[in-house]
């Protein structure tokens, strides 16, 4: 007799429960329509390989997906970075993915800057590693074979020494 009266007490909450299941996926799915467009490659573009924008096209992802990763959503914000690892065709780019360019690249000459109260010093080394801007380089001066340290400038200069 008691399961009697407890059978239309649980199918009303079942009623229930279903009834709010279908409020919440319908609210969910108004959220999935929302869509954002990202930057994907067109192509394949390898490790090493710079990125520009005709590498690049837009592809259309949910919005919620970019609260739960870190790729990159701006063109402007990829295009001119250097590919670290092979990225995919239609594939987000996560912001690990890429790199700034090397300023100063190894065994490419390049003119180090030595200056110190007035005291101008210029020479043409032969850089031993790769850099980006405010790396640390080593290289080898190519007058006196002696290794110096500076850092690497935005147009490719090395600094050693403060600059006044």
């Given at each position: 007799m008691m399961s009697a009266l407890v059978r239309p007490f649980r199918n009303a909450v079942m009623l229930s429960l279903l009834v709010s299941g279908m409020s919440a996926v319908a609210?969910?799915?108004?959220?999935?329509?929302?869509?954002?467009?990202?930057?994907?490659?067109?192509?394949?573009?390898?490790?090493?390989?710079?990125?520009?924008?005709?590498?690049?096209?837009d592809r259309?992802?949910?919005?919620?997906?970019?609260?739960?990763v870190s790729v990159f959503t701006r063109h402007s914000d990829v295009v001119g970075k250097v590919a670290k690892t092979t990225l995919m065709?239609?594939?987000p780019i996560p912001v690990n993915y890429v790199t700034e360019p090397d300023v100063v690249k190894v065994n490419q000459r390049a003119l180090m800057r030595y200056e110190i109260s007035g005291l101008k010093i210029t020479a043409e080394v032969s850089p031993l590693n790769s850099a980006q801007v405010g790396?640390?380089?080593?290289?080898?001066?190519?007058?006196?074979?002696?290794?110096?340290?500076?850092?690497?400038?935005?147009?490719?200069?090395?600094?050693?020494?403060?600059?006044?």
């Open positions: 609210v969910h799915s108004s959220h999935a329509s929302e869509r954002t467009p990202i930057p994907v490659p067109k192509n394949i573009v390898y490790a090493g390989q710079a990125i520009s924008g005709q590498l690049l096209r259309s992802v949910p919005t919620g997906y970019l609260s739960r065709p239609g594939r790396g640390q380089v080593r290289a080898r001066n190519l007058q006196t074979g002696i290794i110096v340290y500076g850092t690497a400038q935005k147009d490719g200069t090395i600094v050693a020494g403060a600059i006044q």
